[in-house]
């Protein structure tokens, strides 16, 4: 079975800090992608990155794979209250066309 | 822009009952799957179709059934509710492995 870690489960800062969220394996993905999830609507994709080292921005948001393919960040500079959600990271399984998830990080922004 | 449909949004089940949780895309996609999302924890992927008449299981497939007869539809089947199937439900649909489409949900609780 693979598995995704996501650390931190929770964090909560002032707006204008930076931060970043990790998610972590053993197993190596075809793809890995992020969503934020607000509550009572479901995940919406963010970003995907497939290569190795692949590095992305979404404005404020910088997204990166490992080289191995097997972990990614997600840093968000500025934090703005909007920013508050459920992050979720999801790795493509290599070879079948679906995704296994971590548990999420829970980031809240106060103003 | 429908994307995913879900119904219903909400439902209370007693022990021992039945129900269809309905779920409709109107993006031509070939792939549909089925999560389940427990209070702090990630998704878990109950079952999936990589087309019309295919399906498969995913992780926690115990006391569901699914059945993909046209390419829009992906219902699932709780044929007899127990208390551990209280979870929110989630439709996704995909054209490929790299970004999902969900619905907005099915909030179900078994008591």
């Known amino acids: 079975t693979q598995l995704l870690e996501q650390s931190p489960q929770f964090l909560s800062i002032q707006e204008g800090e930076n931060l970043t969220v990790y998610c972590n394996s053993s197993s190596v993905f075809s793809s890995l992608q992020w969503y934020r999830q607000e509550p009572g609507e479901g995940p919406v994709l963010l970003v995907t990155?497939?290569?190795?080292?692949e590095v992305k921005k979404l404005k404020r948001l910088t997204f990166q794979f490992g080289d191995a393919r097997k972990d990614s960040s997600l840093h968000i500079t500025a934090a703005q209250p909007g920013d508050t959600g459920l992050y979720l990271c999801a790795g493509g399984i290599q070879g079948a066309q679906k995704l296994v998830f971590g548990q999420g990080t829970r980031l809240t922004i106060n103003p | 822009n429908a994307g995913v449909t879900q119904t219903p949004k909400f439902r209370i089940l007693k022990i021992g009952q039945s129900m269809t949780l309905q779920c409709t895309q109107d993006?031509?996609?070939?792939?549909m799957y089925w999560y389940r999302q427990d209070p702090g924890m990630g998704l878990k992927l109950i079952y999936y179709s990589v087309g019309a008449g295919i399906t498969d299981k995913g992780e926690v497939p115990n006391g569901y059934n699914v059945s993909r007869s046209t390419t829009e539809d992906f219902p699932l089947r709780l044929e007899l509710a127990a208390p551990s199937q209280t979870s929110v439900y989630f439709c996704a649909s995909s054209q490929d492995s790299y970004g999902y489409t969900f619905g907005s949900g099915t909030r179900l609780t078994v008591v």
């Open positions: 993006m031509n996609h070939n792939y």
């Open positions: 990155v497939v290569t190795g080292g």
